[in-house]
């Protein structure tokens, strides 16, 4: 079992950077891609960015393209979520999810990603 716990969240002001952390506990040596998703009152949860196991390799949302980078430290085993420019529209709480097995890289839908974290939540004011 993998236990993920983000962090980092804030009020931020429309224009300014919050950087977030998620530190995996447990069984972490079968984590593979690891993603950040974010869930806004009334919507669903969706799709932010996923960085492969070496940090090589990153694929984002079309949203978060240009303002947003992910990366990981797997010697500290933390992904993180590097927001700038942050919009109103960013306002959610943001998650991070491990990728599941045998599931496709590119792949966006919260299926096919689990041991969910808690969430921290990011306010943006306008």
């Known amino acids: 079992q993998v236990q993920l716990v983000e962090s980092g969240g804030g009020l931020v002001q429309a224009g300014d950077s919050l950087r977030l952390s998620c530190r995996a506990s447990g069984r972490t040596f079968g984590i593979n891609t690891m993603g950040w998703f974010r869930q806004a009152p009334g919507k669903e949860r969706e799709f932010v960015a996923a960085?492969?196991?070496?940090?090589?390799?990153?694929y984002y949302a079309d949203s978060a393209k240009g303002r947003f980078t992910i990366s990981r430290d797997n010697a500290k085993n933390t992904v993180y979520l590097q927001m700038n420019r942050l919009k109103p529209d960013d306002t959610a709480v943001y998650y991070c999810?491990?990728?599941?097995?045998?599931?496709?890289?590119?792949?966006?839908?919260?299926?096919?990603?689990?041991?969910w974290g808690q969430g921290t939540q990011v306010t943006v004011s306008s």
């Open positions: 960085v492969s196991l070496s940090g090589t390799i990153a």
């Open positions: 999810a491990a990728k599941r097995p045998y599931t496709d890289w590119g792949t966006t839908s919260p299926a096919d990603f689990d041991s």
